[in-house]
């Protein structure tokens, strides 16, 4: 999800951080080196996601006594490597990615086999969430290997500590929405009637398009966490119908990577299914099996002279299952 060169604490020549991390490593091997670290063993590693220096003392130490890092980018990861004071083999380096991953799978089940430990890390975060990755730990537990996750940096949690969202119930995580207007549109509709607060990943070419389409949550609030533990990191809250405005602001606003919080509704959407008639009701559910919810509102209300604002809260109600169907 980050590019190499999006690293705002690597410098060009990283021999003055490797050096810095070498009493990292020192403390590492000191408070982790009683715990138990068995092989034959896939180590799921969360790595920073922007500082460097958000590596966790555990990861370090794994990192540095797997046998195999496997990665969804070997040169990205090399880069990091060398960051630290580490190098690695050609040998020592197994790409794991998006379009591989079932195959590399194999691959290292084979390495586990032979009583290596294998590190698993992503190219920034917590592998397996919106990272490849659970393929991987599906197939390794399948084959009777033992997956011991390494907790981290996860844009996910960072932006939600940080966006003061209050509401019972905790949150969704949507990650990526499609990158299909119509089916983007569709998501965001059923989006609308989740009271609960909404956790979305974007990249910087769909970004604007996205805020656009979140226009339809009115006044609902969303944050919007760009380039989040780095050197130009923004944490910016605002009503969704001015979303796609402050990003129009600045060029900075659309570079980077995102996370967004869509804050939870402050107070849940009530049951109101019972004030359609039965046959406003029927006919809502048909339209609904065929068209978008919009149209399928419009249509309901009319043809059955139904409350357009009563159809909708019941569309989203039917969406979310909580009505009788």
């Not at 949507?174 to 974007?202: D, H, M, P, Y």
């Not at 119908?241 to 959407?269: M, Q, T, Y």
């Amino acid at each position: 999800m980050t590019s190499p060169s999006e690293y705002a604490e690597v410098p060009k020549a990283s021999t003055s951080l490797s050096s810095v991390y070498s009493n990292a490593f020192q403390a590492a091997r000191e408070a982790v080196g009683p715990q138990n670290h068995p092989a034959s063993t896939l180590y799921v590693v969360a790595t920073p996601i922007g500082n460097l220096a958000d590596i966790t003392l555990r990861a370090l130490y794994v990192i540095e006594r797997a046998d195999t890092l496997a990665c969804e980018d070997t040169r990205h990861t090399q880069q990091m490597l060398r960051a630290y004071g580490l190098d690695r083999s050609s040998s020592q380096l197994l790409a794991v990615h998006q379009h591989n991953e079932a195959e590399a799978a194999a691959q290292v089940i084979a390495r586990l086999a032979q009583g290596q430990r294998v590190a698993y890390v992503s190219d920034a975060g917590t592998p397996a969430i919106s990272d490849p990755g659970a393929r991987l730990v599906a197939a390794v537990a399948a084959a009777g290997y033992r997956v011991m996750p390494l907790p981290g940096a996860s844009s996910v949690t960072t932006l939600l500590s940080a966006a003061g969202v209050t509401g019972e119930g905790g949150f969704v995580f949507a990650g990526f929405l499609s990158s299909k207007a119509s089916e983007r549109q569709r998501a965001i509709e059923t989006l609308n009637g989740e009271s609960r607060a909404v956790v979305l990943l974007e990249a910087p070419h769909r970004i604007e398009a996205l805020a656009q389409a979140l226009g339809l949550l009115g006044k609902r609030l969303v944050t919007v966490g760009r380039e989040l533990t780095k050197q130009f990191e923004t944490v910016h809250t605002v009503q969704a119908h001015n979303l796609a405005a402050w990003f129009a602001e600045k060029a900075d606003h659309v570079r980077g990577e995102f996370a967004l919080v869509v804050h939870a509704l402050d107070k849940p959407p009530q049951d109101t299914a019972e004030s359609l008639d039965a046959d406003s009701l029927r006919t809502l559910k048909l339209l609904l099996t065929e068209l978008p919810l919009k149209t399928a509102v419009k249509m309901t209300s009319d043809i059955t002279g139904a409350s357009k604002n009563v159809v909708y809260d019941t569309a989203l109600l039917l969406k979310k299952g909580v009505t009788d169907t």
